[in-house]
T-cell receptor, first 112, second 112 residues
């Protein structure tokens, strides 16, 4: 069964550094998403991406964040100048239509 | 104020003891209500989408229902492998955007 994959599974970075989180969505899906989940808290929507542009974004998704689909298979989340409070699990998801989303296993980001 | 509230926060059941999880929401312009299952350290796994009041969907021991103010996830004769956190999310018009909002989840433990 096709699945969303994410790399790395765990990323440790120092405050102020830039990180790029990688996702490979399911191949025939058209909609892509990033979410985050701070430890012990609820899942929070960051951004959705369709047709090579951002379709929705939350208040969390400020100028510190950017997304890119550099080729036909990858979908990346870049976090510039990381802060301690960016430590969280980051989930990528994809969907064929704008309904049933398939989530990846997540990348745990630790900012020290 | 949370727009999506799930109750109870935690639920312990004996194997075979049926119960229901609740998800209440205060949004208007509901576009869809989603149920997910999340195992520790993993991404949410899609279960159901409900679109309109009165709608019901079933999958194995799970049945989801929707009213104008809440949704229930009924678990019939649960098994230990049903132990997980169950997440509810709503997608509704907010500030001109359809951004998914998750509840904090119900942690279910089913004892053999």
């Amino acid at each position: 069964e096709p699945e969303v994959t994410q790399t790395p599974s765990h990323q440790v970075t120092q405050m102020g550094q830039e990180v790029i989180l990688h996702c490979v969505p399911i191949s025939n899906h058209l909609y892509f998403y990033w979410y985050r989940q701070i430890l012990g808290q609820k899942v929070e929507f960051l951004v959705s991406f369709y047709n090579n542009e951002i379709s929705e974004k939350s208040e969390i998704f400020d100028d510190q964040f950017s997304v890119e689909r550099p080729d036909g298979s990858n979908f990346t989340l870049k976090i510039r100048s990381t802060k301690l409070e960016d430590s969280a699990m980051y989930f990528c998801a994809s969907s064929e239509i704008q309904r049933q989303q398939y989530f990846g296993p997540g990348t745990r980001l630790t900012v020290t | 104020e949370d727009q999506v509230t799930q109750s109870p926060e935690a639920l312990r059941l004996q194997e075979g003891e049926s119960s229901s999880l609740n998800c209440s929401y205060t949004v208007s312009g509901l576009r869809g209500l989603f149920w997910y299952r999340q195992d520790p350290g993993k991404g949410p796994e899609f279960l159901f989408t409900l679109y309109s009041a009165g709608e019901e969907k079933e999958k194995e021991r799970l049945k989801a229902t929707l009213t104008k103010k809440e949704s229930f996830l009924h678990i019939t004769a649960p098994k230990p492998e049903d132990s997980a956190t169950y997440l509810c999310a709503v997608q509704a018009l907010s500030g001109g955007s359809y951004i998914p909002t998750f509840g904090r989840g119900t942690s279910l433990i089913v004892h053999p």
